[in-house]
Structures are given as C-alpha cells and as structure tokens.
C-alpha cells in the first residue's frame, strides 16, 4: 500500500508546518514517506530549503487557483487563503492512502498505527458542540484526514466544488462533512486533540495536537481570549512552550 502526508500552506503558514514537520520526525523518526505540499503560491527558494532541511522526503505542488474562485465563504474567519484549495487534494491518484494533516498540528507520539488505515475516509469526530455548522449534527473534523482512493476521484472533486459553490460557509470542514459524510470511519480521538479545551488527561493520551481557533502559536497573540478561557492560561503556556520547541529549522527539544 502506497502512503503519502500532505498539508496546505501559503507563507504566512511555513511557521506552523516547520514545527509540523519538525514534531514528525523527532517524535517518529523511522517514517520518511512522501510530503506533498501544496501551495497556491510560489515560495521564496530559501524558504523551500528551509522546509526541506526539516523533511527530506517533501515535494511542493502548485494548486490550479481558478478552479475555486467561485467557492463562498461567510467572513466569520479571515483565512490566510481560500479554504477550498483543501479540494485540490482529492484530485491526487498517486497514493492508495493520502493522509492530510493541518499545518497548525504537532506530531507528539506514535502515529504508526495510524499509516494502515485502509478506508475511504479516516478522521476523528468532531466533540459535541464545535464546528460551527455542524455543532448540532455532528461530524469530523477535517484538521486530520486519512483518504483512500475511492473518493479522491473527479467526481468527488466536482461535487466538493458544487457544493461549496451553493452557499457561504464558515470554512471547508461542513462541505466536507457534506460530501464526505457516508464514507466516514472514525479514527481514535487521539490522533486530532483540540487545543482549545485540553486537559492534563486529553494531553497526556494525544499523538497529535492540533491548535484550533483564530490565533496561532507562530504570530505575535498566540492564542484569543476564547482559547485562553477554554484550556486555561496555565495550559496555553504550556502548550506554547511543547510547540516552541518544535519552531526552528532542525532545532529539537532535549
């Protein structure tokens, strides 16, 4: 079975994915399979090179911008890019399995068991009450997505876009859950712990965190005061330091 990573970056993202990339292989150094990373925009050379001396095993790829700009999103977040370039993904055929993974997410355990997936759709459902759209039916959360073959296929593609195309939405995670609901396989919860209500308990079984909400542990404000008020200022900080030591090209913790 063919098994690749990918996430999705524009610059103001390559923070988060050297701290991704830096937490894979510290915390699961035998794995060195394919990382795509797509991009909607060039990046600067020495900027390529930098995530390159992080994973070895990376390749970048250009996302087709005209296909998405008909996609409606509501302004309740302003995002770094438009959320559809997500779809991109589901128009790749190399791999049996295409495990996505959000640039604001750090690999801190054993992922291994996660790589023989085999299904349509793996991810780790969404805790009662987020997701916006979805708070009151539930679904995945789409920071974490392990992809099989069968619906990375044309016809998925069109129908994310058509979908996405109806209405405004707050993100891209509803119209995947839209699409995608039928082919869901739930994956243990510790593979996409949410930072934004973290416990002693929650921290302590994850193997990915991954930073939800508006600010990011990379930007100047690292978290909002819902983030704070949710996990704690004791536990933000916490959380901040375990991903500082994960930001600097090749520079791990002790």
Known sequence: MKVGFCTLVNEGYVPGLIALLNSLTYTNPTIDLPFLVYLDKTLPPHVQASIERCYG??????????????????????????????????????????????????????????????????????????????????????????????????????????????????????????????????????????TSHMTEASLASARILHFLGKKKPWEPVPFDHYQLAGAGPEMCDRLLKLWRQFENVKQYPD
Request: aromatic fraction near 12%; hydrophobic fraction near 40%; proline fraction near 4%.
């Open 57 to 194: 095993n990376v390749a970048f790829e250009q996302i087709d911008e005209s296909s998405y700009g008909q996609c409606q999103f509501d302004g309740y977040r302003s995002w770094g890019m438009n959320p559809a370039y997500r779809y991109e993904i589901f128009k790749n055929e190399e791999f049996d399995q295409l495990i996505y993974i959000d640039a604001d997410m750090l690999v801190v355990g054993d992922i291994g068991p996660l790589l023989s997936f085999s299904g349509a759709l793996g991810a780790c459902r969404l805790p009662p009450g987020e997701g916006m759209e979805l708070k009151k039916i539930g679904g995945f959360n789409a920071g974490l997505l392990n992809i099989g073959r069968e619906v990375r296929t044309p016809e998925v593609w069109r129908l994310l876009l058509e979908v996405a195309e109806s209405e405004a939405w707050t993100g891209n995670q509803t119209v995947l859950n839209l699409v995608l609901e039928s082919h869901f396989e739930e994956l243990p919860a510790q593979y996409n712990v949410g």
